[in-house]
């Protein structure tokens, strides 16, 4: 063997190895919570510190970022650029917003940067009990409609779906509100015939959900669930398991709210779907050609009609999803087009402990087709309107499981 050629097939080789043995790359993972590094805002510490975090974030972009021209521009030259402003930052928060400011610059929304305070503040949430009141929303024509009350919360029992939220103690609600924890909070709620809701609601510490599943009166069975996880693979497989032993006429899989997560995940929540193997989606690894993710086979998998809900906030994991059950005809998807974010990402620790999520490899779906920036756009599109939310009609729902119980037994 020539030596061209050894180094040809030593190199994929190589790739494959680095990636599966033991790292000494800084990879996070959502069991342990990095420590805190804590220095004085505004001083020669916290511009050490600055500094340290910047230049390890432009080097492992440098080093891992997917496209090896980084969108056409001078990476090194842009980021060298902005470094002294980014060091000079007094707080942990103005750091993280000159560097996002940098990343930005690649165009790839997988690729950012999470401060300290908000990774270790995430990875709580998604292990641990939190403050809630219990109620979920979604925003619709720029007001903020309830469309989940938690019945282990304190929200239930009077909070109603449908109600439009405006105020938490006395401030209007926006997208990027934080509001200060408190043994209660006033909260103002207007119902869908204009009738005012004042209510002292306390936040109470509830324990995570990775999903939601419930059977409606039609019996038609819906599934909610906002992130591929380990902890949403073993909800939905049980989900799945009670499924399969009692079949409904229909299952709605709502990834409306779902921002995508593991890709091994994805495959283990398209699974039950199908009987034979099915790839899912096709990554390309450095020097390696594409190589298909494949569903595995299951005993008792649930073979009735299904359909699969998008909107604008479906990106991802969840777009890969839609775009199998779409492609392979094994479902519907209704709602809006899809995010069109789908780039296979990792993320590391940063030297002040917060965290740099990097795309790293482009993919397809299972049929080749390419998503990043062209998304998933649905077989039945259907807009929702803030005054049917508000009456507690979910259009997009009431579509899909009409298609569904329309479609004669198999």
Known sequence: MSRALLRRFLAPLCL??????CQTLPYANDRTVPPVVEVSDGSAERAALNARTYDAAVDWVSRRFYRRDFGGIDWRGEAAARRERAVAQTDEAGLYRALNETLTLLGDAHTRAVTPTQYRQRL??????????GFSMRVVDGQFIVTHVRSDAPAAGQVQVGWRLDRIDGEPVTPAMASERRPEHEVVFTDADDQVHTLMLPEVDLPPRPGEMHRRDDGVVVLTFDYFTPASRTWLTERMREIAADPPPGLIVDLRDNGGGLLAAV?????PFFAEPQP???VQNGYMPRWPYRTRPWRQGYAGPVAVLISGASASGAEVFAATMQETGRGWVFGAKSRGAVIASRQLVLPDGGELSIGIRAFRSGQG??????????????DVTADELRRARDAVIEAAAAALLATPAA
């Not at 494959?16 to 043995?21: I, V, W």
């Not at 709580?124 to 009141?133: G, Q």
């Not at 495959?267 to 699974?271: N, R, V």
């Open 16 to 21: 494959l190895l680095a990636l599966s043995a």
């Open 124 to 133: 709580r949430e998604r292990r641990e009990a939190r403050p809630l009141m």
């Open 267 to 271: 495959g283990a929540a398209l699974s």
């Open 280 to 282: 899912y989606a096709y």
């Open 369 to 382: 087709q390419v998503l990043e920036g062209q998304g998933v756009t649905p077989d039945h599109e259907v």
